[in-house]
């Protein structure tokens, strides 16, 4: 099978490529850095099936940061039959400075000149034949993003495959010249492959060529004792940066004709970002346009409409969809979304329980309470994750999510933290695992290990059915506020916990000064309507599997643990204290005693400890094992069609008497500890050194602890917010006296 390799820019349209070209679901970002390792796919429209590779986004094949790395050593090592190069036509000269360092592998290339829409748009004009002659390998117009041209390109990519090709250079004007073909010659002669491209690596004394032709560096260091530039000396790499971009500008950018060209053009970008991207006004925007998605979302009074309307005026009472659009306010497209689901899940287990009547106490018990119950309890959460993510996905792909990190950059600068570091903890609110593996484009690895340690701080949808669920019973219970702003502050403190123990870390254990953040702005742009359905799909894809097998799996062995005792005499419902279950609950509940959720409560109060540790496995597990446990208690899933996940965790509350900052503080518990199984596996990996795995698992347990419990001392007894202040207050004077000693020594 031919491997075609995709090599670009960050948000040059690669990845949108990628997934035009085989209906992948990889993740479309629209920030520097989202490709990490390289994906793969497969190209079905030609004769034959084509491997496509989308390779990490970068601005140079130099050794800088680890996806340049990946990207070089991918076209070097594993000789790909084609290097599609799509570049960001809209930013024709700085894109090719890539392009004239592709050109030197002897590989068959093609440029594809992408966001030609908007190039044509705003009146320019690329003249991609005349750009192919004095480029000399294949030029063709595209449009990823409406997946225009890109049946073209491919054929033009399969004919490039079928030749053999030669790498040229452009360094031609330059006294380097001579050195560079020293060079080859001699990298010839050993056989090396692709010389040319190491022989003008080796001008540069790259570290890497460096390292692999040893004997090769002593032509370069004495060439520099007889050639010194005027302008840059013997700083041979600046001299061949600047080489490239003289030519470029002298050879290439002719082919491109713009309309306004001696004069600066303010785009719809520009003036959006004096808005979004305001010094002072920039993060409250941010903090209200969350807010609105959290409202649209999560709301039972949208638009705050409830008092205005007459009640249950849209409740449709005496109907199969009572409740479904609201009661006495609307619901919001999310809760909408949610009752729908809801009610086709209640039904089911009404018909199910009815065929199950005369069953043995224990099979119906299994399939209405274990199996129906537990699963049931989080499916109705999946139209809420998606309307979530979704919202999400287009803020990131719209480029917005790349003026926070811009924004944040310029804030948190001054503590030891950069705007790269916050990319992947915003990746965090989709899932934990691809965010922790995102942190491979940081070059510090102090900052790469603190950013990993709180992306799962950023809640991600697994964690959506604790917010919603336990915000919902709260509302119901004690008649606070309203779901969308009880979740929406719960997703701040995670926020502001994140951003606070980076703070920390980077100031004490891990302190150190964050390198140099530089990253383009892209152009603002509507979504791709495919790309988001197949990233919505992909996504309750995945959640539906994980219900049907690691949760549906959890909530069997659970109902099982719990209507057994340890010499396996099966116990009714009303015995559950004495199973399996409640014995292992008892014996852990006394250590969450200081969060509100221990001794304190009755006797089944350990239903919440052990719901926090089947959350280990997976964090839907919380919801569906209090889901389980609520069946099994009080029949939520036979006798309710609406709320059920809701009113599981309401009757919970009502038999073991928890309160308010009790529930707060369990859902910051499950925010903050231990992720699932899964993120932890990907945070081993990312941590080679097994002792700072080990302190990551006492951090997140150690923060945890500390937020749920002042969490729940602040909601029970007020005056011991002072107390805290007094901690934290001291604790920030320690992290400065620490800073300054650090710094001290640095300057010594």
């Given at each position: ?18 997934n ?35 390779l ?15 990207a ?32 030197e ?18 009146g ?23 997946s ?10 399969y ?14 004007d330059?006294a ?21 491209f190491?022989?003008?690596k ?38 061949v ?6 030519y470029i ?6 082919a491109?004709k ?9 785009t719809?970008?520009?003036?959006a ?19 609105a ?8 009074n949208?638009l705050?409409?409830?008092g ?15 409740g479904?659009?609201?009661v ?12 729908l ?40 959460f ?13 803020l ?13 950059d ?17 990746m ?19 900052e ?10 950023f ?18 219970s ?23 123990a980076?703070?920390i ?12 953040f ?23 894809k ?37 199973s ?5 609950g ?13 001794s304190q ?7 919440f ?14 919801v ?8 099994c ?8 069609e ?44 990312e ?6 795995f ?8 150690s ?7 002042a ?14 202040l007094?901690v ?6 320690f ?8 710094q001290?020594?640095g300057?010594?």
């Amino acid at each position: 099978m031919l491997r075609f390799a995709l090599a670009g820019n960050p948000n040059s349209g690669k990845t949108t490529l990628f997934n035009s070209l085989t209906g992948s679901t990889a993740h479309v970002g629209n920030w520097p850095g989202v490709t990490v390792d390289k994906k793969e796919g497969v190209y079905k429209k030609a004769d034959k099936p084509i491997a496509i590779i989308d390779l990490p986004g970068i601005y140079s094949l130099s050794p800088y940061t680890p996806e340049e790395v990946i990207a070089r050593n991918y076209v070097l090592d594993e000789k790909p039959d084609c290097v599609i190069n799509i570049i960001d036509a809209t930013n024709l000269e700085r894109n090719l400075y890539l392009t004239t360092q592709i050109m030197e592998i002897d590989v068959p290339v093609v440029l594809a000149l992408n966001m030609m829409d908007a190039v044509e748009k705003r009146g320019d004009k690329i003249d991609e034949k005349e750009l192919e002659r004095r480029l000399g390998i294949p030029v063709v117009k595209i449009s990823a993003l409406k997946s225009e041209g890109v049946d073209k390109l491919m054929e033009r990519a399969y004919e490039a495959s079928q030749t053999a090709r030669k790498g040229r250079t452009v360094i031609e004007d330059t006294a380097l010249k001579h050195l560079i073909s020293d060079i080859q010659i001699a990298l010839d002669g050993q056989g090396v492959l692709n010389p040319l491209f190491h022989a003008v690596k080796l001008a540069e004394l790259d570290e890497l060529e460096v390292l692999m032709h040893k004997e090769a560096v002593n032509m370069v260091e004495a060439f520099k004792k007889t050639h010194i530039d005027d302008t840059f000396g013997d700083d041979f790499e600046a001299l061949v940066a600047d080489a490239r971009y003289k030519y470029i500008t002298k050879y290439f950018s002719p082919a491109l004709k713009r309309k306004n060209k001696d004069k600066f053009v303010v785009t719809p970008s520009d003036k959006a970002d004096k808005i979004l991207t305001h010094k002072i006004w920039g993060i409250p925007i941010f903090l209200a346009i969350l807010f609105a998605i959290f409202h649209l979302t999560f709301s039972e009074n949208f638009l705050f409409l409830g008092g205005l309307l007459p009640e249950n005026w849209v409740s449709l009472k005496g109907t199969a969809f009572e409740g479904v659009f609201g009661v006495g306010g609307i619901n919001s497209p999310g809760v909408t979304l949610m009752r729908l689901v809801e009610l086709l899940t209640g039904t089911i287990s009404d018909l199910i329980a009815g065929w199950l009547s005369t069953s043995p106490e224990w099979v119906s018990g299994l399939i209405c309470d274990g199996v129906l119950g537990g699963i049931f309890s989080i499916l109705g959460f999946l139209p809420q994750i998606l309307v979530l993510f979704m919202f999400f996905s287009i803020l990131e792909d719209s480029g917005y999510m790349a003026r926070i990190a811009f924004i944040l950059d310029r804030a948190l600068r001054k503590f030891g933290l950069s705007g790269r570091a916050f990319l992947p903890m915003i990746m965090g609110f989709g899932c934990s695992v691809p965010a922790m593996i995102n942190t491979r484009t940081l070059a510090d690895e102090k900052e790469k290990l603190a950013t990993v340690r709180v992306i799962p701080f950023f809640s991600c949808g697994a964690k959506l059915p604790i917010l919603t669920a336990i915000s919902g019973a709260i509302v119901a219970s004690f008649g606070v506020g309203n779901v969308d702003l009880i979740t929406y502050g719960m997703y701040l403190v995670g926020i502001i916990t994140a951003l606070i123990a980076v703070i920390i870390m980077r100031k004490t254990t891990l302190n150190g000064n964050p390198p140099p953040f530089i990253m383009e702005l892209p152009a603002y742009h509507a979504p791709q309507f495919r790309n988001l359905m197949m990233l919505l799909w992909d996504k309750a894809k995945h959640f539906i599997e994980k219900a049907f097998t690691i949760i549906l799996a959890s909530t069997i062995v659970i109902w099982f643990v719990s209507h057994f005792d340890f010499a396996w005499n099966f116990l009714p419902d009303d015995q559950m204290q004495n199973s399996i279950l409640g014995g292992i609950g008892q014996l852990i509940q006394p250590i969450f005693t200081p969060l509100g959720f221990g001794s304190q409560l009755t006797n089944m109060g350990w239903v919440f400890a052990v719901a926090a540790l089947t959350g280990l496995i997976a964090k839907e597990n919380v919801v569906s094992t209090l889901g389980t446990l609520a069946a099994c208690l009080v029949g939520v899933a036979v006798d309710v069609e609406l709320d059920g996940g809701v009113l599981a965790v309401t009757k919970i509350m009502e038999i073991t008497k928890i309160g308010l900052p009790a529930l707060l503080a369990f859902i910051a518990f499950n925010m903050t500890t231990i992720p699932c199984f899964a993120a932890v596996a990907a945070a081993k990996s990312e941590m080679p050194d097994k002792s700072k795995f080990k302190w990551t698992l006492v951090f997140w347990i150690s923060t945890s602890f500390i937020v749920s419990s002042a969490i729940y001392l602040i909601g029970t007894f007020w005056w011991t917010a002072f107390i805290c202040l007094a901690v934290a207050f001291i604790v920030a004077l320690f992290v400065r006296a620490y800073d300054k000693k650090v710094q001290a020594k640095g300057e010594k």
